[in-house]
């Protein structure tokens, strides 16, 4: 709202109103036509005839990011406003660094008046202003305040299992008692994300064959029943982005799960929010119904970690982000090699490849796939043939490696925690000695720090083998989840992406032994939930003759 003079030249004052969610609770004095209502009339009271409204409503005041505050000092910069005029202080805003800013040197810069009509404060009048900064703390007092209200009011809901979030993720709908109910005409969808996912399919692929496949984007669905437009494009409705696949195969909602906290908030000042690590979430188990189960999530997050590249003619290998070097630990590289006879793909160290720091531990894709089916074959059949016994050499297997690793972190906690009291003895004599008189100031510190030094070494290794002793207790082998998938299949007699991925958690490949007068090259696998299966060399590191 604009009211102009006679002289098209003269400049006008800024009237500024805004309103947050909480200042809603106090009622009709703080609303934004009251404030208008009270400015306007100063104004007339006045005289002042050239005027225009800035508005900014459900913005907080911490805040100076707001786009009628934002368009106010833009014209404020191009020398178009000569005065502004707020209702009191807390109106302008509560942050009261910034509010000294703008009022005490910004304004007076540029040559602006600023008045606070309830407040009493007039640029212009400097010795009644004295009481003003005091004001604006106060106003950013109330600010966290209220801010530690509402986080209080909110973690409490949070960590009562009541979901946080204000919308029904993907898949879902909300329920009239705010509960998560499945969504039948976009739950499939998720399912169909997550087996893409499973089959080794990345977020940008898996965006391609929704497209391919026609299904509506999460912003379509969202326009076609509420109307909003802010992630609805009407000339391409089914175009999905990577990001949003992402975000759905990150969602653990799909688990059936709720989990508050994910990310936070450094002060009521900032907006930005901080991922909180998993030991400051709060997670409920079944509040709502899964639409994805644990083994299919389990499988697509080490999907995830395992992220590959397409080779530069657009292809991935099936074993890309799945096969290891036995010597080095890292990942075989994939490539394919096409001539004018024949074509070959193979895997080869990537540390070979690129600084010749390991052997090349070349093997030729097809040989690496007849040696993972036939392994795979091999414990398919024994899983269904004798379940029970299949369970008990798992977790007798598992187990004594368990045992074994706990054993020697034990061994060493133990030997690093006497040497941590015994240190604790010397410093202290160290200092007895000093008040004896038997050692100088100089000597005393120099030994000090360097048992201190050692001291601290201790406790933090101490500590990693604390946590490997724990994790070694708590380790539990996951049988019945590998069972579930060997039922889903009768004997596998080709490896498939899914069939692979599904099954495999790594596949580790050694150097080609040629000692025999062949080439012979050994392979472990690895399988998701129970991990390598040795019931005995010729079962578990089946090996094959082979020609390069």
């Avoid at 000695?433 to 030094?453: F, H, I, Q």
């Amino acid at each position: 709202m604009i009211r102009q003079s006679g002289n098209l030249n003269e400049k006008w004052t800024a009237l500024y109103v805004r309103l947050s969610r909480d200042d809603e609770n106090e009622g009709d004095s703080n609303s934004i036509a009251h404030q208008i209502e009270i400015l306007t009339r100063y104004c007339q009271d006045r005289g002042i005839s050239s005027y225009k409204v800035y508005k900014d409503d459900g913005w907080s005041g911490t805040n100076f990011k707001r786009p009628g505050f934002m368009e106010m000092m833009a014209d404020i910069e191009a020398g178009l406003v000569s005065m502004v005029i707020v209702k009191d202080m807390s109106r302008f805003g509560r942050n009261y660094l910034e509010v000294g800013l703008y009022t005490e040197i910004r304004f007076p810069e540029l040559g602006v008046r600023f008045i606070a009509v309830n407040d009493g404060v007039d640029s212009e009048d400097q010795l009644g202003n004295d009481f003003t900064p005091f004001r604006n703390i106060i106003n950013e007092w109330y600010a966290k305040d209220t801010s530690k209200k509402i986080r209080a009011v909110f973690r409490n809901k949070g960590m009562s299992g009541q979901r946080l979030a204000s919308n029904a993720p993907y898949g879902y709908i909300k329920g009239e008692d705010g509960h998560l109910l499945v969504d039948e005409e976009t739950a499939p969808v998720v399912e169909l994300i997550f087996q893409l996912c499973v089959e080794g399919n990345g977020p940008g692929k898996i965006a391609r064959m929704l497209k391919e496949r026609e299904i509506p984007t999460p912003g379509t669905i969202e326009f076609r029943r509420t109307g909003r437009t802010s992630r609805y494009y009407p000339d391409d409705p089914c175009r999905w982005n990577p990001a949003t696949v992402l975000s759905i195969l990150e969602q653990d909602t799909y688990l059936g799960r709720t989990t508050n906290f994910k990310t936070t908030k450094l002060s009521y000042k900032s907006k930005k929010a901080i991922i909180n690590p998993p030991d400051k979430r709060a997670v409920f188990e079944g509040t709502h119904e899964a639409i994805i189960d644990r083994e299919t999530w389990e499988i697509v997050q080490k999907n995830r970690e395992q992220r590959r590249r397409p080779t530069k003619l657009g292809e991935m290998g099936l074993f890309s982000g799945l096969a290891y070097c036995a010597d080095c630990g890292a990942k075989l590289y994939h490539h394919r090699t096409v001539t004018f006879t024949k074509e070959q793909e193979s895997y080869t160290c990537a540390n070979y490849r690129s600084r010749k720091q390991c052997t090349a531990h070349y093997i030729r894709a097809v040989v690496l796939e007849q040696l993972v089916l036939q392994n795979l074959q091999r414990v398919v059949a024994y899983a269904q043939d004798d379940e029970d016994e299949f369970v008990r050499r798992v977790m007798e297997n598992k187990t004594a490696a368990q045992r074994t690793e706990q054993e020697r972190a034990k061994r060493k906690l133990e030997k690093q925690e006497r040497r941590i009291s015994e240190l604790d003895r010397i410093i202290q004599q160290l200092y007895e000695d000093r008040v004896a008189g038997a050692l100088s100031v100089e000597r005393l510190t120099r030994l000090s720090e360097g048992y201190e030094k050692e001291q601290a070494d201790l406790k933090q290794s101490a500590e990693e083998l604390r946590g490997v002793v724990a994790e070694t207790k708590a380790q539990a082998v996951n049988i019945q989840n590998f069972l579930k998938i060997v039922r889903k299949y009768t004997e596998p007699t080709e490896l498939t992406p899914a069939l692979l991925r599904e099954f495999v958690e790594k596949v580790v490949v050694h150097a080609p032994d040629k000692s025999s007068g062949h080439r012979t090259q050994r392979i472990d696998v690895h399988y998701n939930f129970i991990g390598e299966i040795d019931f005995s060399p010729e079962f578990s590191r089946y090996s094959k003759t082979t020609t390069a």
